[in-house]
């Protein structure tokens, strides 16, 4: 069988998305399977380069899962030819700047969300990679979740009739870090670092819902810094000066209203970490990552609202849950092997560069109407 080899360089991967989810769950899987099979039967053998700033963590990390390649000296690595695709998972900041030399030194890109940390960069990126001729990726990973994936299977088998509302429940405690160690990377909380729960999870937000449900049309936001005070990874009090709730609601083009409540700061009673709840006309549906309830049109009890009697009702218990009905891979890991495919001009792909860019005009619009206090229309991009 003939292998192709695949030189990835991957930058920021001693991060904690870099190592878990893209080293060791997609790229390292594909490499240990023997590659990623093409239609003629050509294997891709993905080959890393592991890139980032300490020599120690890198080496480490590499010995520990047998890669050969690492180095501190990434302009070198973006010199070697040999490299064909750029990826990046460092912190958001940096990703606009390290793409446009990505494309400049002939790379074809693939990066984590956001792609840049303004709309106007990461549209610029864009246009940079579509004038170039390379091709072009964001991580958009949450819609290859199984939960989402069993709720876009009822879409498709007409289960809800029409589509009236989605709501969004997402969040979990982070801890300060005075009391117990933080469980997400301190520059989350800080502005200056690229912080901030809008930047980090309205990009989300936005491809899941435009490649879901619709077009988002318009927005109205609502942001709170609730925690302004936490304990970095050496333990040291920093201002934490980022928005770290957030409360929008969004009118999508086919007039389904989504809300979207999203939070650092509330403890979990649903579900799931995230759910993902649609009520339609003939039926409704919870998604949270993993699983799927649903409650169709005849299987709905009659509620009576009677706030003198205690009803011992478990309304839990009246929904369905759907059933696995087969292997569900690594949500990261099939935008990996949907990427490679997209190299060699196999497969759809609808993650380029320009969604990418929806996610930053979403963002914006969203800082815009917290801060103006109103509704924010989008323009459709070109
Ligand atoms: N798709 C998702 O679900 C998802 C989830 C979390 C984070 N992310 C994104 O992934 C990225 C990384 O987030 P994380 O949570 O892994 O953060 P992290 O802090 O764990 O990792 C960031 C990495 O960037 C490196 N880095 C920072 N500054 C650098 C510099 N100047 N030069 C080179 N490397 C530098 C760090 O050393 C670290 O390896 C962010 O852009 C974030 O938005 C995506």
Known sequence: MAERRLGIIMNGVTGRMGTNQHLVRSILEIRNEGGLPLKDGTRVVPDPILVGR???KLRRLAQRYEVARWTTDLDGALADKK????????????????VKKAIAAGKHVYVEKPTADTFEDAYEIYKLAEKAGIKHGVVQ???????????KMLLE???????LSVRIDFGYW????????????????????????????????????????????SLVCHAVNDIPKRWDENGEAFAADTDDSAYAILQLAN???AQINFSWCVRVRRDDLVTFKVDGTKGSAVAGLHDCWTQANVNTPRPIWNPDARVNADYFADWQLMPDTQAFTNAFRI?????????????????GLLEGAKGLQLVEAAHRSNRERKWIDLEKLA
Do not use: C
């Not at 490299?83 to 990703?95: G, H, K």
């Not at 088998?157 to 589509?163: D, E, K, L, P, S």
């Not at 990996?336 to 196999?346: A, K, P």
């Open 54 to 56: 300490n020599e120690d």
């Open 83 to 98: 490299d064909e695709v750029f990826f990046d998972a460092a912190s958001t900041q940096l990703r606009a700047g390290l």
């Open 141 to 151: 990973d949450k819609v290859y979740l199984p939960g989402l994936r069993k709720l």
């Open 157 to 163: 088998a007409g289960f809800f009739g029409r589509i």
């Open 174 to 217: 982070v801890f300060e870090g005075d009391l117990q160690p933080i469980q997400r990377p301190s520059w989350n909380y800080r502005k200056k670092d690229g912080g901030g729960l809008i930047l980090d999870m309205i990009p989300h937000w936005q491809y899941v819902i435009g490649q879901t449900f619709g077009d988002i049309k």
């Open 255 to 257: 007039g389904i209203t």
């Open 335 to 351: 935008e990996w092997e949907m990427f490679i495919r997209h190299l060699f001009g196999e497969g759809e792909w609808r993650h």
